[in-house]
């Protein structure tokens, strides 16, 4: 069974950072594509940032500059780096992992900006 366990979440102030760590349960090399996303109360689910297996990147514009996304190989782990929070960053974050059938999600992280 593959599991994707998301960390890191909590209560930040404006202008602070998170790191949020997802681990998974097989080696990552197996997943097309990593990637968080996020969903706030009463919006749907966005990408925030995406790395393939190979190292691309890729980031919503609401988060280019701020938020860095990259992958421990070794503990078959991705990392997302979450600086200059906004409130408007308030959200549970969510790892994926994309492969050829399908989607694996952990069970998400709450992140939560104050002003």
């Known amino acids: 069974q593959v599991q994707l366990v998301e960390s890191g979440g909590g209560l930040v102030q404006a202008g602070g950072s998170l790191r949020l760590s997802c681990a998974a349960s097989?080696?990552?090399?197996?997943?097309?594509?990593m990637g968080w996303y996020r969903q706030a109360p009463g919006k749907k689910r966005e990408l925030v940032a995406h790395?393939?297996?190979?190292?691309?990147?890729n980031y919503a514009d609401s988060v280019l500059g701020r938020f860095t996304i990259w992958r421990d190989n070794a503990n078959n782990t991705v990392f997302l780096q979450m600086n200059k929070l906004k409130p408007e960053d308030t959200a549970v974050y969510y790892c994926?992992?994309?492969?050829?059938?399908?989607?694996?999600w952990g069970q998400g992280t709450q992140v939560t900006v104050s002003s």
């Open positions: 994926n992992g994309r492969v050829a059938v399908g989607d694996y």
């Open positions: 097989i080696s990552i090399f197996s997943f097309n594509v």
């Open positions: 790395i393939t297996a190979g190292g691309s990147t």
